[in-house]
């Protein structure tokens, strides 16, 4: 008798060529605020040894090889050839002029004892003058802004500050990571069609290009790797994956997974995997932090929204199960409360029903921390996409969609619907590492324990 196993050794039987992890890693963060600042601080406070990487991937996780009866899971750190924490490097830009240090201070996520410890690392890291506009975030304004000409003035004097970076750091390998604010709602259009439509609107000052847009762009001429951890459009366009693939620059987006939308993609797939109906599901959430303050504006709240209302969308798919799923209520608001500042709580209230249709609630309070949740996500794309750049199968396919456990709307390629599953998106990860070292695939089939 056939014996079945619960891997697939025929889908992935050798090892993809990956360039060593050799020298500095230069991360460059559009937006100093709080996420920014506490992915900063927390980097540093652990390669002090004052504080453990909790929520990292990268840094906890562990991988299992083989079979269950193997008693093979090393680190994946270990597993595939990751940047060494002590070999980051770091920069920034930001429309404030304070630098790492007092806008930690001012966010004021982490503990002041925390930061005093790691305060000249922190004072070291001064913010470059950024890419702003006000019509595109209406609820902030800042100073320290660069001059230009055009947008494609504005993006050369990025790639000018890109260059300087990687001379003055010594870095030898770089990446863009966009912890900056939501930017108000825009569709695609013939702008974003083609890095040649782009360009031309670049020298035109097009209005449907955003600051988000302009940095990226400055990063993928210069074939720096692009995470989006905001909802914008960003990278989310043809001309921007074209110009990834064109210069072997992966990215990655939309908008870091934390908070209410984690909740979701925890919950949703169980309620699928058990087959049980869903009414409606009302989520609220109060937040005092630059992130609310800025989604107070209904520009700004659109692009969140739409960011947030899909998943539950594509995790139940209405359309195969119309009895359980069909015209479910699903709303999302978002408060700015100043006093809870960087202490999101986030109210769930979900109707249910099961057996026979007898209706169920539930209801989730989450009291958390959006900084705390979002650095290790920031950490783990930075190396991750750094991975992806070294990866001879991964640095010119563009989209890193293996990257969606990460993000709220995951990017993919055009005509694919996203994957919003988190466990589903944790084995893709998974399994995309065990492809990338030409380890068997993990199936959870099993058989062969019973032969």
């Known amino acids: 008798m056939a014996k079945s196993s619960d891997t697939a050794t025929q889908a992935s039987s050798q090892a993809t060529k990956i360039a060593p992890a050799r020298g500095k890693l230069g991360v460059m963060i559009p937006g100093m605020g709080a996420v920014a600042t506490t992915f900063m601080a927390g980097v540093e406070a652990v390669r002090k040894g004052i504080a453990e990487p909790i929520g990292s991937l990268t ?253 539950l969308e594509q995790i139940l798919q209405p359309s195969l199960y119309p009895q359980l799923y069909k015209d479910f209520y699903h709303k999302v608001r978002i408060n700015y409360y100043p006093p809870r500042g960087d202490n999101k709580e986030g109210w769930d209230n979900i109707d249910i029903f099961g057996w026979l249709g007898y209706p169920m609630q539930i209801k989730v309070d989450f009291l958390c921390r959006d900084s705390i949740l979002a650095a290790p996500i920031a950490l783990d794309l930075v190396l991750f996409l750094d991975l992806a750049q070294r990866s001879e199968h991964l640095r010119g396919i563009g989209i890193q969609e293996w990257l969606s456990f990460y993000l709220k709307s995951p990017m993919t390629a055009p005509g694919l619907y996203p994957e919003h599953d988190l466990f589903i998106q944790l084995i893709k990860l998974k399994n995309t590492l065990r492809h990338l070292r030409g380890e068997p695939l993990i199936t959870h089939l099993g058989l062969e324990y019973y032969d």
């Open 59 to 311: 840094q906890m996780g562990t991988i299992r090889l083989g079979k269950r009866t193997d008693g093979r899971s090393p680190k994946i750190k270990e597993f595939v050839p990751l940047a060494g924490l002590n070999d980051i490097e770091f920069t920034g830009w930001d429309i404030f002029e304070e630098d790492a240090y007092e806008s930690a201070m001012h966010a004021a996520v982490l503990e002041k004892d925390l930061l005093n410890q790691i305060k000249p690392f922190l004072k070291s890291i001064q913010p470059r003058k950024a890419v702003f506009d006000r019509n595109y975030v209406k609820k902030l304004d800042g100073k320290h802004v660069k001059k230009g000409k055009s947008k494609r003035d504005l993006a050369e004097q990025l790639r000018d500050d890109i260059r300087d970076f990687k001379k003055t750091s010594g870095a030898d390998r770089l990446i863009m990571i966009w912890c900056g604010s939501t930017e108000i709602f825009l569709e695609r259009g013939e702008v974003h069609s083609s890095v040649k439509a782009f360009e031309k609107g670049l020298d035109k000052n097009d209005e449907n290009i955003a600051p988000s847009m302009i940095y990226a762009y400055a990063a993928l001429s210069e074939g720096v790797p692009f995470a989006n951890g905001a909802p914008n459009l960003t990278v989310d366009i043809p001309a921007m994956m074209e110009l990834s693939r064109k210069n072997n620059a992966p990215i990655a987006g939309k908008d870091f997974k934390t908070g209410q939308t984690l909740m979701k993609t925890i919950l949703a797939p169980g309620f699928k995997a058990r087959m049980l109906g869903l009414n409606g599901w009302f989520s609220t959430n109060i937040l005092g932090n630059r992130d609310g303050e800025v989604l107070d504006d209904p520009g700004s709240f659109k692009t969140k929204e739409e960011s947030k209302l899909s998943v």
